[in-house]
């Protein structure tokens, strides 16, 4: 038996309805200091559960009753816990999204200039009455 499946069966050993199992926990417990250390600690919890180990103090019931009367909490403040290594990756990806974006900025190509279109020359003609002017084209070329 191996800490993984050590830990996976635990609960069923600790019911204890399987004598094999058994067998193969204790000697697996004898061999991982690292297990026997785990199965100490929930075999402490559960007697001080049972109440074998805890007592309340002498003045315990005159403490509870006058919070009780007063409706007194306690406030706990539970402040949001981010580990430190999604700290450091989602600071990271902040980081590369402003280089990113600063490089796109910096190094955006030049604006490509719309295709010149010929230029239409037109000349106007003055008029009495109306229209008052009037336009002709006039070829490109012969504007020189």
């Not at 007592?55 to 403490?63: G, Y």
Request: with cysteine; glycine share 4%; aromatic share 6%.
């Amino acid at each position: 038996m191996n800490c993984r499946e050590f830990r996976r069966r635990y609960s069923e050993y600790r019911d204890g309805h399987d004598p094999v199992l058994a067998a193969e926990v204790d000697d697996h417990l004898e061999a991982c200091y690292a297990c026997a250390a785990f199965d100490r600690a929930v075999r402490d919890g559960v007697e001080a559960l049972r109440g074998s180990m805890v007592r309340p103090s002498p003045d315990f019931m005159q403490r509870l009753t006058r919070r009780l009367e007063q409706r007194e909490t306690l406030v706990e403040s539970l402040s949001p816990h981010v580990s430190p290594w999604a700290a450091s990756v989602a600071a990271g990806l902040f980081l590369a999204l402003i280089g990113l974006t600063l490089k796109q900025l910096m190094v955006s190509p030049a604006p490509v200039a719309a295709e010149v279109q010929p230029m239409v020359v037109a000349r106007p003609t003055l008029h009495a009455g109306l229209p008052f002017v009037t336009f002709s084209r006039v070829a490109p070329d012969s504007t020189r």
